[in-house]
């Protein structure tokens, strides 16, 4: 397997999606709705992920695509090459116009996260690693992330868990809100994700994501020293949806332990 060689390929696809996106965004845009109301999604979503799934198959038949909008096979293993594709993340960021939403791609190859992705459309920002030889923001490496006292961590989390809820204890997540420095929250689990790979964020939670939401960032993370896991501190599959923490090292496990404590 030529690492370098699918590096360059996915780059080159990714960047082209970009473009295809950015002429898209400002007009063209046919929103449906999916599970709920506000679950969308759009022709642009499914017609890029229909791009990257042509693009793969041209270069490599052999390889599988997990994408978020159900337009390649059903992928049930992690055998062999899989690409796991969010075509947009921040799709209703996207559909408000708002400039915050990612192209997101992680590849396996027979389980292994090997190349993690994630793109910021509009900005042509680039994140993305190899695994075992480091991490990138465009063309400058990222550090390892340096250790952060909590009461001085910026913490990407959103309102929803500081209401009553039934996943997590909410009175913990205030106590959490009271101590740290800020919160931020973006509505893109990617973006979020390459803020904490980068030192920007120094924290993200989420109470439920899907592989594409995070297969990218959880590479990317490996090559700094990110830690990722569900709220039970345990890696997740890249087959189903799950809890999600990214945490620098240094706060990881006190805020599993201490104040992100789900019910079950
Ligand atoms: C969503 C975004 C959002 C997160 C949701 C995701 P989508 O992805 O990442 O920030 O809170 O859980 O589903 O649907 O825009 O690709
Ligand atoms: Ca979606
Ligand atoms: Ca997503
Ligand atoms: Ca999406």
Redesign the pocket.
């Known amino acids: 397997m030529d690492l370098q060689q699918m590096d360059q390929f996915a780059q080159s696809i990714i960047f082209e999606a970009g473009r295809r996106i950015r002429e898209a965004f400002t007009y063209d845009l046919k929103v449906e709705t999916k599970s709920d109301a506000n679950?969308?999604v759009t022709n642009i979503?499914r017609e890029t992920e229909l791009f990257f799934i042509e693009k793969i198959k041209a270069f490599d038949a052999t390889h599988k695509i997990l994408g978020?909008e159900g337009m390649g096979e059903k992928v049930e293993s992690l055998d062999g090459v899989v690409w796991i594709i969010?075509p947009?993340?921040?799709?209703?960021?996207?559909v408000k116009q708002h400039r915050h939403?990612m192209i997101s791609i992680g590849i396996f190859v027979d389980g292994i996260g090997e190349l993690g992705y994630i793109f910021d459309v509009m900005r042509e920002d680039l994140f993305h690693a190899i695994a075992g030889q480091g991490a990138w923001y465009n063309d400058t490496p990222l550090r390892k992330l340096k250790a952060v006292p909590l009461k001085e961590a910026m913490i990407g989390i959103?309102a929803s868990w500081v209401a009553p809820n039934r996943r997590v204890h909410h009175e913990k997540v205030i106590e959490l809100i009271r101590k740290i420095r800020g919160t931020r929250s973006?509505?893109?689990?990617?973006m979020?994700i390459a803020f904490v790979v980068s030192g920007k964020l120094d924290a993200y939670v989420?109470m439920?994501?899907?592989p594409?939401?995070i297969a990218g960032g959880t590479i990317i993370a490996n090559e700094v020293g990110a830690i990722a896991t569900n709220l039970h501190g345990q890696g997740f599959d890249f087959l189903h949806a799950d809890t999600f923490i990214i945490a620098n090292p240094s706060i990881h496990q006190e805020l599993l332990e201490n104040y992100i404590i789900p019910y079950e």
């Open positions: 679950d969308l979503d978020e969010d947009i993340d921040g799709t209703m960021n996207f939403f959103n973006y509505g893109s689990a990617a979020e989420s439920r994501l899907s594409w939401d």
